[in-house]
């Protein structure tokens, strides 16, 4: 069974306006973190932020925001002010169990910045 | 924080050789883990680099086709044996559990690039 799924194959998104990556998850662990990678073209993985699942807060880095929706076991990343080198594969990635250390990758999402 | 480096970053090989790729780290970190990109296709855990054991694989994965190992706290290899077509992929080496970095975080190297003929 899929435990991560990005539904959005490809977004486009104008310079500095805002956007939204889906991601939903599947688990029956109540202890599992979530985190998001970008992959630009070069190949390198870059973390982004990550929410835990005891967290109260939605998770904040600077123009990233995560929207953690708990009950419909979503965590959708938002981007705010987009940018040009924004544009690159993004992975939405689960962590299970407290002990867990596995990451268990969404399909990505490639987004592109239209200037 | 810690820097990660591989090497090579990427390579061309023909089929039926074996290349090493090895992962550094800036200092000690407590868990590494090796991952195949194949492709236009998502990241899929290979194993886990235990130090001073053998490897941890994943479902699909084996030691005599991926070879790992991890002599210390700062530095791994992984080996893709008698290589095919299918094996052209990206490597990456993820570490965990550096010191001053937030614990529950895997970091990433910037990947090597595999293309087999």
């Known amino acids: 069974a899929q435990k991560i799924t990005q539904t959005q194959p490809g977004m486009f998104v104008q310079e500095k306006e805002a956007v939204t990556l889906d991601c939903t998850y599947d688990?029956?662990?109540?202890?599992?973190?979530l985190f998001w990678y970008k992959q630009p073209s070069s190949g390198e993985m870059i973390f982004l932020i990550y929410?835990?699942?005891?967290?109260?807060q939605n998770a904040t880095e600077g123009r990233y925001s995560l929207n953690f929706q708990k009950a419909r076991k979503s965590a959708n990343l938002v981007i705010s002010a987009s940018q040009l080198g924004d544009s690159a594969m993004y992975f939405c990635?689960?962590?299970?169990?407290?002990?867990?250390?596995?990451?268990?990758f969404g399909a990505g999402t490639i987004l592109r910045v239209k200037s | 924080s810690a820097v990660i480096s591989q090497k090579p970053s990427r390579d061309i090989c023909q089929r039926g050789t074996s290349l090493t790729i090895q992962c550094q780290v800036d200092?000690?970190?407590?868990?590494m883990f090796w991952y195949r990109q194949q492709p236009g296709q998502s990241l899929t855990l290979i194993a886990t680099?235990?130090?001073?054991?053998?490897?941890?694989?994943e479902s699909g994965f084996v030691i005599d086709k991926f070879p790992i190992s991890r002599p210390n706290l700062t530095f791994s290899t992984l080996t893709v044996s008698n290589m095919s077509p299918e094996d052209s992929s990206i490597y990456l080496c993820?570490?965990?559990?550096?010191?001053?970095?937030?614990?529950?975080?895997?970091?990433f190297g910037p990947g090597t690039r595999l293309l087999v003929l």
């Open positions: 993820s570490v965990l559990g550096a010191p001053g970095w937030a614990g529950e975080t895997q970091y």
């Open positions: 688990t029956s662990d109540p202890s599992y973190g």
């Open positions: 929410q835990g699942s005891y967290d109260q």
């Open positions: 990635a689960m962590r299970e169990g407290p002990g867990g250390n596995k990451l268990v």
């Open positions: 200092s000690q970190v407590t868990m």
């Open positions: 680099a235990n130090q001073g054991s053998e490897a941890t694989y």
